[in-house]
């Protein structure tokens, strides 16, 4: 069986990868599990410099034989570090993410040639709570008490219209990122247990066809298969 290791910007997405992508990968023959960056009793969450990734991306995959590695994080607060970051501000939303894709599998082209999977999305994981909004509006306004349904939903689809119907575009400072939105909609939303249910309802198809950045990655992973 194929196995890949994903570090993790963040609990959150380390919960998407244990709770929705490694049971579909699952099925395909292919291992998955996610972790977060340091070593056993000091690992966190939180983007820090490449550096730290780097180093922990090669020690995990030289931990087992034939062990594919990969990572999942956040562009919008990505450190100039990253190889691919500082020139990608001046590229087209949609190629940001891809383009520093692409200068990471440069980077560690020598060491882990073939065996590195990155994903780098545009903004925050709540980003996929936005791709179907009447989804979203059930799940939260069930777990959320007080608030209307109606509402809920007419309030997101707003927020995706403003943006082009883009989900992936969902920010312009740090108090309108995705997580802050749903949280002046909902002030009770719980950012693992709640983004997570709402992501199982959804269901990765209906991701995957809102999000390119994670149909991309997903196809890249799907292809351990066949390596």
Not at 184 to 202: C, F, I, N, T
Not at 207 to 213: E, F, I, K, V
Request: with cysteine; charged share 25%.
């Amino acid at each position: 069986m194929a196995e890949v290791l994903v570090v993790c910007e963040g609990h959150t997405e380390r919960e998407f990868c244990q709770t929705l992508i490694a049971p579909y990968l699952g099925q395909l023959g292919i291992e998955l599990a996610g972790t977060l960056v340091g070593k056993a009793q000091r690992k966190q969450g939180g983007i820090r410099d490449w550096s730290v990734y780097r180093g922990d991306l090669i020690r995990l995959a030289k931990e087992r034989a034939g062990r594919s590695v990969a990572v999942l994080v956040d562009y919008y607060a990505m450190p100039q570090s990253w190889p691919g970051r500082a020139e990608a501000d001046a590229r087209a939303a949609s190629e940001r993410g891809r383009h520093v894709e692409t200068r990471l599998r440069a980077d560690l082209a020598r060491e882990l040639p073939d065996r590195f999977i990155p994903c780098v999305q545009l903004h925050e994981f709540e980003s996929l709570l936005f791709v179907q909004p009447e989804v979203t509006a059930q799940r939260l306004a069930a777990l959320g008490g007080s608030v209307a349904v109606a509402d809920l939903a007419e309030s997101l689809v707003r927020i995706v219209d403003s943006c082009g119907g883009r989900v992936e575009l969902i920010n312009d400072s740090p108090v309108t990122a995705p997580s802050k939105r749903v949280t002046q909609l909902v002030p009770a939303y719980d950012k693992v247990a709640w983004g997570l249910m709402v992501a199982r309802a959804v269901g990765l198809d209906g991701l995957r066809a809102g999000c390119p950045w994670l149909d991309r990655w997903l196809n890249s992973l799907r292809a351990l298969k066949q390596d």
